[in-house]
């Protein structure tokens, strides 16, 4: 008996926060959603700055299993994780107040040069970088390492 209760107890406390989110007018919402950009910019930047030390880390191993390989074998494998990692992390911040629509589409182009990245490892040059985009929209945003991909 008392394991159904702790079983109750346990989904009651999983299915709290997505209950408390329910009937909540779109105003409430976006407060919860959303920072001023001054705290906004220093934590993206902190989120793609780990990103970036994370493909470093992730070329390096991939180096010492491949010494030979080239720094376009290493795309898939050592940059791809870390960007989806930050996208996902920058959709989990929220917004910042007053640029919402700049940064989602910040964000959009950032999925959509991912998706580019992956389609096409192999085209990825300095004359063709699928970020550029994303990238001047970060930096419009001043949202230092996010503006630097990859």
């Known amino acids: 008996m008392r394991l159904r209760y702790l079983l109750l107890a346990v989904t009651a406390a999983a299915l709290l926060p997505v209950?408390?989110?329910?009937g909540s007018s779109g105003e409430?919402?976006?407060a919860q959603t959303t920072m001023p950009?001054?705290?906004?910019?220093?934590k993206?930047?902190?989120i793609c700055g780990e990103g970036?030390?994370?493909?470093?880390e992730l070329a390096t191993v991939y180096l010492e299993k491949h010494p030979g390989a080239e720094e376009l074998d290493m795309v898939?494998?050592?940059m791809v994780p870390p960007i989806e990692k930050e996208i996902e992390e920058l959709h989990e911040l929220g917004l910042p107040r007053g640029?919402?629509?700049?940064?989602e589409v910040f964000l959009e182009e950032m999925e959509k040069a991912l998706e580019a990245l992956k389609e096409d490892p192999k085209g990825?040059?300095?004359?063709?970088?699928?970020f550029e985009k994303s990238n001047e929209l970060g930096e419009k945003l001043g949202l230092g390492d996010c503006s630097r991909n990859p």
Not at 19 to 22: I, K, Q, V
Not at 124 to 130: A, D, G, T, V
């Open 19 to 22: 209950l408390a989110g329910c």
């Open 28 to 30: 409430e919402a976006t």
């Open 37 to 42: 950009l001054k705290k906004y910019a220093p």
């Open 44 to 46: 993206t930047d902190l």
């Open 52 to 56: 970036s030390i994370e493909q470093t």
């Open 76 to 78: 898939l494998p050592a």
């Open 99 to 103: 640029h919402e629509q700049e940064a």
């Open 124 to 130: 990825l040059s300095q004359e063709n970088n699928p």
